[in-house]
């Protein structure tokens, strides 16, 4: 199997209820990380290197600021006469909201139905990861299996509402718990699943005949004795935003070297919509300090241990620590962040003082005035 064998398909608004302070106005595809990406980034571009030359992506509301990050998806070599990015808001004749992946799967089934691939890769945004499928596509392969889902071991990212598999040494899929979670190692799911684009097609008639809407229950585990189920354990680094607590700590891993290196590879980069900057700048006696920030940054505080997205402006005597700050934020002077996160456009006066805790950051709302 070769990527151009298999089409992406993007769900940019599941899970959105887990970080209602950051998807206010943004899909979950499109809340920032790390000082210049999308969360979309990440799994768009684990498809454009697998050589998949064909993604769709399914939104619902809010997804202005996505539409607007993806373009015509020139920054992940997807705009092209043919192939390429496909948006996909999943509304059918009536115009009616969508109550799951069931439907919005439905709701596009003429472009499933049109398409030529013989394979499909379905996959959430909410997980920060740099996979190669290549390796996911020969493992379906050699297994001969129907499905293959994603998986990775350790402790539950969400002890309530995640998906645990059981899968035998052949790597075989035996019992699937939903919404279960665990709070102690187990197999539990990071939303991608591959399979064949006639099968998906056949399962989601199915499911829509008999008025079935979940898709891990309907689709999935309702067919767990029928089909050959296979699970591919990932080892790498991987976040995924199950609460915004864990959104802050996911950026705050970026801090260490060795996870830098494991989600951002040379060969195998993550790709974002490029925005022409000039080059931070550090005035006298400013400090900066285990941080990442961004281009189009003024500096002329004191930063450690931040993440400061492009133009924002610290200013004289500011002290950010610990700190999560979004495009276009102004700091004022002698103003003091401690486990903040900033949406966009935040202004903070003068001689402000704002702290949280590493377990409950304090967040401020998009264009916020503090």
Not at 101 to 125: G, P
Not at 229 to 240: K, L, N, P, S, V
Not at 285 to 300: E, K, L, Q, R, Y
Request: hydrophobic residues 35%; charged residues 25%.
């Amino acid at each position: 199997m070769r990527g151009n064998e298999v089409i992406g398909i993007l769900f940019a608004y599941v899970h959105e209820e887990r970080v209602r302070e950051l998807t206010q106005n943004r899909v979950m595809a499109s809340i920032p990380f790390g000082g210049r990406y999308r969360l979309v980034d990440f799994p768009l571009s684990n498809m454009v290197n697998s050589g998949m030359n064909k993604v769709g992506v399914i939104t619902e509301e809010n997804y202005q600021s996505l539409m607007d990050h993806l373009g015509s998806g020139k920054a992940w070599d997807l705009s092209r006469k043919s192939e390429g990015l496909y948006m996909l808001p999943p509304f059918g004749a009536d115009t009616r909201r969508t109550d799951g992946k069931i439907e919005s799967l439905a709701s596009i089934m003429r472009f499933l139905q049109n398409s030529h691939e013989e394979y499909v890769l379905l996959s959430d945004c909410d997980t920060v990861m740099n996979i190669d499928y290549r390796d996911v596509f020969k493992f379906h392969t050699d297994k001969q299996a129907d499905i293959t889902v994603i998986y990775r071991h350790g402790m539950s990212p969400d002890t309530d509402k995640n998906v645990v598999y059981t899968v035998d040494p052949e790597g075989v899929v035996r019992d699937m718990l939903i919404k279960r979670g665990s709070d102690a190692d187990c197999n539990y799911a990071v939303g991608m699943r591959l399979m064949k684009r006639s099968l998906l097609i056949r399962l989601v008639n199915d499911c829509v005949a008999r008025n079935m809407t979940d898709f891990d229950r309907d689709l999935m585990q309702r067919n767990l004795g029928d089909l050959r189920i296979c699970g591919y354990e990932y080892t790498g680094a991987a976040y995924t935003i199950t609460s915004f607590s864990s959104y802050f700590n996911a950026n705050m891993a970026l801090m260490d070297p060795k996870v830098r290196g494991s989600l951002f590879v040379p060969d195998h980069p993550i790709y974002t919509k490029v925005r022409d900057e000039m080059p931070a700048r550090y005035g006298l006696g400013s400090s900066a300090s285990n941080s990442i920030i961004a281009d189009g940054c003024i500096i002329d505080g004191e930063v450690e241990n931040c993440i400061l997205f492009r133009g924002v402006k610290v200013k004289k005597g500011a002290k950010l620590k610990n700190c999560v700050i979004m495009q276009n934020c102004v700091i004022g002077e002698n103003t003091k962040l401690d486990y903040v996160v900033a949406d966009k456009n935040v202004t903070f006066a003068d001689n402000r003082t704002m702290a949280g805790y590493q377990t409950y950051p304090v967040y401020v709302a998009k264009g916020g005035q503090v």
